[in-house]
Antibody, heavy 116, light 107 residues
Framework: EVQLLESGGGFIQPGGSLTLSCVASGFTLRNYDMSWVRQAPGKGLEWLSSIIGSDDTTYYADSVKGRFTISRDDSKNTLYLQMNSLRAEDTAVYYC?????????WGQGTLVTVSS | DIVLTQSPATLSLSPGERATLSCRAS??????LAWYQQKPGQAPRLLIY???NRATGIPARFSGSGSGTDFTLTISSLEPADFAIYYC?????????FGPGTKVDIK
């Protein structure tokens, strides 16, 4: 069974940094593209970033480009999202998802709250 | 960026009725459009990929159609579990984009 388990969310002040993790089970991470998607409270879904499994090419939304970095550790079957220079508008539930085109499996999400 | 517009914003229907949800793209996405269902407090669930293909385990009452810029998700006969928010999403271009969602609620 495919499972994705995010962690690392929490309360952080504006300007701070946070790293989210997503542990994958039931499949081998290096064989798949992976993505991060977020959802601000009461709002819709926003794609943030994807990493291509075959060559590590990365893509970012303009809203996070230069501040967020997607990466993975295949030995740990874990996907990461390093988030720097956090802003109040980054407050959201962050989901990791399998796939870069049409994500077919999603974690339950981890909440990041950016506030002073 | 490709902008996806969904209509209506809210659809109020009764169980057993047919639901028709629309998604329009600002430029052609070919058939590279997916539909997701999301219930409160839950992650999105993939329903339809590449415009008309049901994902694994999705009931036959869900169907998708369209190509280019106009797409439709149809739920043939609403069941209580179907009242949720539905999002369309394109994979034709980077950045990937989602529509704002259509909420299907109980009339």
């Amino acid at each position: 069974e495919v499972q994705l388990l995010e962690s690392g969310g929490g309360f952080i002040q504006p300007g701070g940094s946070l790293t989210l993790s997503c542990v994958a089970s039931g499949f081998t991470l290096r064989n798949y593209d992976m993505s991060w998607v977020r959802q601000a409270p009461g709002k819709g879904l926003e794609w943030l970033s994807s990493i291509i499994g075959s060559d590590d090419t990365t893509y970012y939304a303009d809203s996070v480009k230069g501040r967020f970095t997607i990466s993975r550790d295949d030995s740990k079957n874990t996907l990461y999202l390093q988030m720097n220079s956090l802003r109040a508008e980054d407050t959201a539930v962050y989901y990791c998802a399998r796939g870069s085109g049409t994500p077919d499996s999603w974690g339950q999400g981890t909440l990041v709250t950016v506030s002073s | 960026d490709i902008v996806l517009t969904q209509s209506p914003a809210t659809l109020s229907l009764s169980p057993g009725e047919r639901a028709t949800l629309s998604c329009r793209a600002s430029q052609s996405v070919s058939n590279y459009l997916a539909w997701y269902q999301q219930k409160p407090g839950q992650a999105p669930r993939l329903l339809i990929y590449d415009a008309s293909n049901r994902a694994t385990g999705i009931p036959a009452r869900f169907s998708g159609s369209g190509s280019g810029t106009d797409f439709t998700l149809t739920i043939s006969s609403l069941e209580p579990a179907d009242f949720a928010i539905y999002y369309c999403q394109q994979r034709s271009h980077w950045p990937r984009t989602f529509g704002p969602g259509t909420k299907v609620d109980i009339k």
